[in-house]
């Protein structure tokens, strides 16, 4: 069923675990489709995201809508996010097809300017109900090799506490070494910056790049209040990999929906794996 981020996350952080938002890369049916029926058979609430750069092919309008479908062909808790995104115009945008949870990521600015611009988008959507995400501490890219191509992501806490003084989202992601792509080696996570984040607010905490990260790592940040984790990475790379192993392994005589279909079934597991590691499971 289709709902907004805000209960399923603010349930999330009273329970003690993390709700899975997923990329979805720009409205794959298989991947949307594996992330639902995966939800629905381990009970748990779950986001699809959305980055708008992955939507330019199949268009944002047909991920929300196809999103919607699916989200009222199960019983459990099912949110459409934006993620990252860079403008209020793809904010008001996302909002006008149906988006039930939006991130405005202004954490390359200055607080200051983070800080305007999150309270404009947050004042539209809190119009139509709709939960805001904001983040402090730009995300770290990751190169084809897993290197960093810029480290500059640590929040420092007491901008932090600046920025949450002056704007108060309903979820607040915060960059403690984290990143887009795969680790190289493994990650060095500030978990010291995000009790002490903790320590400061009750916003809901959220972490990006989960793909790599170990998993006790992702388990001491949600004991810590994050109640939101993100994987992309992981997700779309297990789908490539499950297609192909269907191209080559199946007598599908052509019929791509054959493919798909082995391929959507196979990522269900990945898919309930991440729902066993947020804790969400059985919590719808």
Known sequence: MLVTSKEMILDAQKRGYAVPAINTQGGNYDIIRSICYAAEEMKSPIILAHYVATGK?????????????????????????????????????????????????????SIEDNVMHTNE?????KSFEVPVEAEVGELVRLDGAGAVMDNKNIANVEDVKKFLSLCTPDMLAVGIGNAHGFYKGKPLIRLDILKQVRDITDVPLVLHGCTGMPDETVREAIKTGVAKINFGTLVRHKYVEFYKEGIDTLDHQGHSWKISQFAEKKLEGTIKEIIELSGSANKA
Do not use: Q
């Open 121 to 125: 988008v947050i004042k539209a959507c």
């Open 57 to 109: 092919y199949s268009g944002d309008d047909w991920f929300a809508e196809v999103c919607k479908w699916l989200a009222n062909k199960v019983s459990v808790p099912v949110a459409i996010h934006l993620d990252h995104g860079d403008s209020f115009d793809t904010c008001m945008r996302s909002l006008k097809y149906g988006f039930t949870s939006i991130m405005l990521d202004c954490s390359a600015e």
